[in-house]
Each structure stands twice: as structure tokens, then as C-alpha cells.
């Protein structure tokens, strides 16, 4: 197990009630301190799902497993509706492992 995953998972703090005098600045500074936390989570899903992707190519495995990917979306749908399972794809593409098989320009892109 790497360093990086030694880590201790980021706490999830409850949302925060928005008061009914709040201003649109308030609004916008809830709203950042969310991003933050999407963020913060988005990456530490990425880091555990190339951890796993790295784990299963050592044991000759793929790296994926469609039916583990398709239950994801299946939860991101159920929860979110139809653009959940969008959410879903996106979260899977950010957290896949370049391709051992891509040209070296595409490997880069997909780090970004």
C-alpha cells in the first residue's frame, strides 16, 4: 500500500442549514466550501480506483471490471436520476489508469 493511501479519509461534514437572511455572497460561499469537498472526495476516489486498477493489472487481471462499473452507474443513477449516471461516467473516467496500450500523447491528456 502506497503512502498516499495511508491517508485518513477526508470527514464528511454535515450541510449546513442555509439561513433564510442569506445573502447571495453567503449562498456563493456555501456553495464553494461544497465544491471544495466534491474536490477533495472526486480525488480520493480517483487515487482508491487506480490503487484498485493498479492491484488487479499486477494479478493479471484488467484493470476494470464492467460489472463493477455498471453497478457504480446503477447507484449514481438510483440516487441522482438519469444525469447521476452521467455524474457516474465522469467519476470513472477521472479515476481510470491511463492505457498501457495509448499513445504517450493521449496517456498525458488524460492526466489532466
Not at 499486477?58 to 440516487?79: D, F, K, Q, T
Amino acid at each position: 500500500m502506497s503512502a498516499a493511501l495511508d491517508l485518513p479519509a477526508p470527514v464528511a461534514q454535515p450541510p449546513q442549514a442555509v439561513p433564510a437572511s442569506a445573502g447571495e455572497q453567503e449562498i456563493r460561499a456555501l456553495l464553494a466550501d461544497l465544491d471544495g469537498q466534491i474536490i477533495t472526495l472526486v480525488l480520493r476516489r480517483a487515487e482508491l480506483a487506480r490503487y484498485d486498477q493498479s492491484a488487479r493489472r499486477l494479478s493479471g487481471l484488467p484493470a476494470s471490471e464492467l460489472a463493477w462499473e455498471n453497478a457504480v452507474l446503477g447507484r449514481y443513477a438510483e440516487a441522482l436520476g438519469r444525469h447521476g449516471a452521467d455524474i457516474g461516467r465522469a467519476l470513472l473516467t477521472l479515476s481510470r489508469l491511463p492505457s498501457a496500450h495509448a499513445p504517450a500523447g493521449r496517456r498525458a491528456s488524460q492526466q489532466e
